[in-house]
Every structure is written in structure tokens, then in C-alpha cells.
């Protein structure tokens, strides 16, 4: 069975023996970018890996291109060969926030081309709760050769985005809490608001209160009504970095609206060019 979306606990624990399953670990703190190494050290899933949200999953800052970069195909690749992922492998990634550092290379494997990829739902916290096995010994990793199969058109870069401003497509969606939305409270990027245009929808309002994904009919019906039933293909999310935007994407995929696309620039990349416009309110 190919897992492309969300795995339980449950079902995770009966793979882990798998050696065709890579298990990666994608904990991570803004404030503090060691926490999720120092976290993997200390205890991790039996063969998880650690993958560094700026190490591995973007790429270096211009300070144009947005707080968390994608890094390029070929490069990404590369790691992902690292890590053992090859074609043949079901990936599986976590963290303990909610799933919206794991949803980012949940997107990043599709992006390349592997859908066999998911996040565990409750993450580390459901993990051990349930409690399955956790260790603090690291895995032996066997190199393996990562092949892309880029096909779909997965992304929206800004130039689009300007150039069709005021047009039904596309319809934007922006993660970020609605204070940063509306412009205020901005501590992470030099400019507060958002596109002109952007819908609102918080990343967090996809979990119930245990930190699992709600169900895909309740999620089906948000965003079908945030959206007014646009097709998910017209839809672009973004955020403040390309991170949590990754999350309100997944949240459509799990609820049957497949083929939205991701801004991975983000707000970070957006304000940093006066020349764009900004919104308030």
C-alpha cells in the first residue's frame, strides 16, 4: 500500500522493520534553528533521519529570494540520495508542530516527482503517546540514487502572481495567522501585510485539538467555503517563507482537493521588492 497523504502511529509502527521505508525527521524551531537536531539527538523514531529545514530543504538567501529558498532540483536530489530515498522507498515525515515542518518536504518529495510520501498525523507527540519505540541511536544509512520525474507544474513564482493580479486565477491562499495577514504584530519580515487579493486561512485551524488533521469531509467544506468551490488547480498557497503554506496544501490534498500549487517565495520573498504591491486590513 503506497501512503501518499497522512499515516497513523498505528500503521507506521507496523513498517518500521521495512527497508523499503525511509522515516525522516523534520523537527524545527524558528528561534532557535538547532532545537530540532538537539531533539533527534536526544530521541527519535527507530531510523529516522534528520532533515534540516535550512540545510536540506532550502536553499542559501539572496535576501530577495525569500526566508527559506527552494533549493535547486539537482540539489535536493542529491540529498535525497543521502538519505537513502530512491524511487522505491515510501517516505514518511514528522515532526512535533503539527506536521507544517514535515508538510514541507512532504511537498518537496511530490515536487520532484515521488508522491510515496506522508505525514505522520499527531507527529512525535502521537508517537509517543501511543508509545511505540523511540531511540537515541542514529541509523546506518545506505546511499541510494534519487531519479526526478518533474512533470506537473507544481509552483507559481512571483512574475506570475503580479502578472495576474485581479484575475480569477490565481486565487490566494495565505497560511499565516490573521494578525500578520491583516498587518499586524509582523515580527519576522521587514514589510507587514499581504498580497492584494489573499484569502486568509490559518494553518493551524486544519488539527483538532490533539494536533491530528481534521477529517477530510470537515476540510472538504472549509475550504470549499473560504474558496467559494474555486477549482483547486486555480489555487496558489502561500505564507511568510513557503513553509506553512505546505500545510494548507496538504489539508487539500487529504480532503480531495488535489492540483493546488504553492508561491514557495512567500511573503518574505514578495515584500522584498518595493516595486509589488501591498495590502493591509
Not at 201 to 216: Q, V
Request: charged share 25%; net charge neutral.
Amino acid at each position: 500500500m503506497k501512503y501518499t497523504t497522512l499515516i497513523s502511529v498505528a500503521e507506521l509502527a507496523g513498517y518500521l522493520s521495512n527497508p523499503n521505508w525511509i522515516v525522516c525527521d523534520c523537527r524545527h524551531d524558528l528561534a532557535d534553528t538547532e532545537a530540532g537536531r538537539r531533539a533527534n539527538r536526544k530521541s527519535h523514531i527507530p531510523g529516522a533521519r534528520f532533515v534540516h529545514l535550512d540545510e536540506d530543504l532550502s536553499a542559501p538567501k539572496s535576501g530577495r529570494n525569500g526566508r527559506h529558498p527552494l533549493p535547486a532540483p539537482e540539489q535536493f536530489a542529491r540529498r535525497l540520495g543521502e538519505l537513502g530515498i530512491d524511487g522505491a522507498k515510501q517516505v514518511v515525515a514528522y515532526d512535533a508542530s503539527g506536521g507544517y515542518y514535515a508538510a514541507r518536504l512532504w511537498w518537496m518529495l511530490r515536487w520532484l516527482g515521488h508522491d510515496a510520501v506522508a505525514v505522520l498525523d499527531g507527529g512525535w507527540d502521537a508517537w509517543c503517546k501511543a508509545p511505540h519505540p523511540i531511540t537515541d541511536q542514529n541509523p546506518v544509512i545506505e546511499a541510494a540514487r534519487f531519479t526526478m520525474r518533474r512533470s506537473a507544474d507544481m509552483a507559481w513564482d512571483a512574475g506570475y502572481i503580479v502578472a495576474n493580479l485581479g484575475t480569477p486565477e490565481p486565487r490566494l491562499l495565505d497560511a499565516r495567522s490573521p494578525d500578520r495577514y491583516r498587518g499586524e504584530n509582523e515580527t519576522l519580515d521587514p514589510v507587514a501585510g499581504h498580497i492584494p487579493g489573499a484569502i486568509n486561512r490559518f494553518f493551524r485551524l486544519n488539527l483538532e485539538a490533539d494536533g491530528r488533521f481534521k477529517a477530510a469531509t470537515i476540510l472538504r467544506k472549509e475550504f470549499n467555503e473560504i474558496l467559494e468551490n474555486s477549482a483547486p488547480g486555480n489555487v496558489a498557497h502561500y505564507c511568510g517563507s513557503g513553509v506553512t503554506a505546505c500545510h494548507n496544501l496538504l489539508a487539500m490534498e487529504i480532503a480531495g482537493l488535489t492540483g493546488s500549487r504553492l508561491y514557495p517565495g512567500s511573503w518574505s520573498e514578495w515584500c522584498s521588492d518595493p516595486s509589488r504591491p501591498v495590502a493591509k486590513g
